[in-house]
């Protein structure tokens, strides 16, 4: 059982976690030059690759986006094990055909189903939601391709020794108001 879908039927459960989001850069124009099947077949072995690196640092896959995936990370060293991992991934995009961008935030987080709970729908899934996935999410998207961009406060938290960060301030996040403080690997 997946670290989400320990919340009951109808309850969500709030409580602090590292998310991290991962995003493919180009994917549009890679889609366009190579066959679907075979993009089809990149996208999977890489997500497949990801997924274990998420576990193996006791990460839980949250959800898929497209091209993009979506972990968190809970309980102590929770800001190590997910900087950690995203950099392992960082790696990987270094490797790949299929260059991504990583970003990493720390906090709050809300648990549960999702959806339409209506007798005509039924369709509802777990999700995790709140202004920290958010965060993750913008963060990612200002990732260069083979680029780890997290908040200070988690680089801080991790105390990462194998890799030095560059620090950014005053980064301007849509949707939050005050400038976010980070560092990019």
Known sequence: ???IESTHNN???????????RDIRGSSQLIQE???????ELLNRLLNAQAQQIHLFEG??????????MAI?????RSYLALSCALELAKLSKEQKMPFGVGVAQGLVLAGLIGDSSQAGKRRQHDVIGATVHLAARLYSV?????????????????ITTAEP????G??????????SCVAF
């Open 1 to 3: 059982m997946s670290v």
């Open 11 to 21: 309850e969500a459960e709030i409580f602090e976690a590292a998310v991290l989001f």
């Open 34 to 40: 190579i066959p679907p099947n075979d993009f089809f």
């Open 60 to 69: 839980a896959g949250v959800k898929y986006t497209g091209d993009g995936v």
């Open 73 to 77: 990370f809970r309980g102590m060293g």
């Open 143 to 159: 990732a260069n391709a083979g680029e780890v961009i997290s908040t200070r406060s988690v680089n801080t938290a991790a105390k």
């Open 166 to 169: 560059r620090h950014i301030d």
């Open 171 to 180: 980064v301007s996040v849509r949707g939050f108001e005050q400038e976010i």
